[in-house]
């Protein structure tokens, strides 16, 4: 556990996500002793992970704000723990607000590095030594934020205050997702011990998120090493009608292991039944925005902007993905020839179906062990 002072006002408090329940019990105990201490009641703690009853027992006043591991908050999420912040701080000099997160750091790094910008827009000119106090702790303590994903939303957060991006509540409809080159996630054929077919390509299939919910599965393209790029073509699946997306998007491609993959690899989602009995899928790449960052009914991200893609190189250097949008659901202009030498299979697979998200524990509802959260479907998301 980590516990350090960002400004005089704003106190750090992270826990590594392997820490035993014992470990963390006694942390957070010495934590609350600590802080206690020094600040008597006059302090709060910001929860950026998900709840836990241990917490709520060692601290008086702890507030809930978490989201899930390795996404970027939704953007409505981040405007509230600013306010959140800046409200309690603002009432009481002698306040201390505490920023509480497990596993990742990038938590913390996001709500720091957006309350920064916050500050500067919207806070006091005597703020100035606390913003270069949290550019410090960034910069010494977190480092770069690991997906791209949380850069793009801390940009759009310092854009809505800036001016230069607003919010628009009219939807945008995606009519098709080209991924430009063929990741590697095809092993080689083997006989008799030597290869004899060059490893490349994949079977991927897309899904796609709207604030969580899934919305959209696409059927599982075989994609030969070597191709190009291939077009999944989103409205024609829909009798030519695209796709009608508001808010927070998260797009994620998978790969479709259709010979069980070595239990424990990191990328890799599987159900509940062992993976030497049912086969699995390995996630290509994420990513998230806002469809208030779409202006002109493109959207372009290089494999530098793609979350996990971004260090695994098995997808292309040059690699990138491009979403393509219409204003309104019908789809005027000629719908995309489909990919040549890139057949899809549409049958129905309980693999594809499984939905990372549906089943989150309800932010409201603390938990008392301290195992991941886990869908019905046996895909676990880390704490």
């Not at 002793?33 to 910001?46: A, E, P």
């Not at 500067?120 to 791209?148: H, N």
């Not at 990741?183 to 994949?202: H, L, S, T, Y």
Request: glycine share 6%; hydrophobic share 35%.
């Amino acid at each position: 556990m980590d516990l350090s002072y960002v400004t005089e006002r704003i106190i750090a408090l992270w826990v590594p996500g392997d820490v035993s329940p014992v470990s963390y019990r006694q942390g957070q105990q010495k934590a609350a002793h600590m802080l206690h201490t020094k600040h008597g009641n006059n302090y709060m703690v910001f929860n950026l992970s998900e709840p836990r009853r241990v917490t709520r027992s060692h601290h008086e006043r702890v507030r809930e704000l978490g989201w899930p591991s390795d996404l970027a908050p939704p953007l409505e999420r981040l405007c509230s723990v600013c306010k959140d912040i800046e409200s309690w701080l603002s009432e009481d000099s002698r306040r201390i607000a505490v920023i509480h997160a497990r596993g990742s750091k990038d938590r913390i790094g996001v709500v720091i590095a957006a309350y920064m910008h916050y500050s500067s827009i919207c806070g006091s000119a005597d703020q100035a030594l606390d913003r270069f106090a949290m550019s410090r702790y960034l910069e010494d303590k977190v480092g770069d934020l690991e997906q791209p994903s949380h850069k793009r939303y801390v940009e759009y957060f310092s854009g809505l205050l800036s001016g230069s991006i607003r919010i628009n509540s009219a939807p945008l409809y995606l009519t098709h997702v080209t991924v430009l080159g063929a990741p590697a996630f095809e092993p080689a054929e083997e006989r008799e011990g030597r290869a004899v077919e060059a490893a490349g390509g994949c079977r991927a299939f897309l899904k796609v998120y709207e604030g969580l919910i899934p919305v959209y599965t696409s059927g599982v393209y075989s994609v030969c090493g070597g191709t190009r790029q291939f077009t999944v073509n989103v409205a024609s699946e829909r009798q030519r009608r695209g796709l009608q997306l508001r808010g927070d998007i998260l797009l994620k491609c998978y790969h479709r292991h259709y010979n069980p993959v070595p239990t424990g690899s990191p990328s890799t989602h599987s159900p509940v039944i062992a993976a030497t009995e049912r086969p699995q899928r390995e996630l290509i790449f994420a990513c998230q925005f806002h469809t208030c960052a779409v202006t002109d009914y493109t959207l372009s991200f290089t494999r530098q902007e793609l979350d996990f893609a971004c260090s695994d190189l098995r997808f292309p250097l040059d690699g990138a993905v491009e979403l393509h949008f219409s204003a309104t659901p019908e789809i005027r202009l000629p719908s995309p020839a489909p990919t040549p030498a890139v057949p899809v299979d549409t049958t129905d697979d309980p693999v594809t179906r499984w939905d990372s998200y549906e089943n989150l524990v309800a932010l409201g509802s603390p938990l008392d062990g301290d195992t991941d959260i886990e869908d019905t479907n046996g895909e676990s998301i880390s704490a």
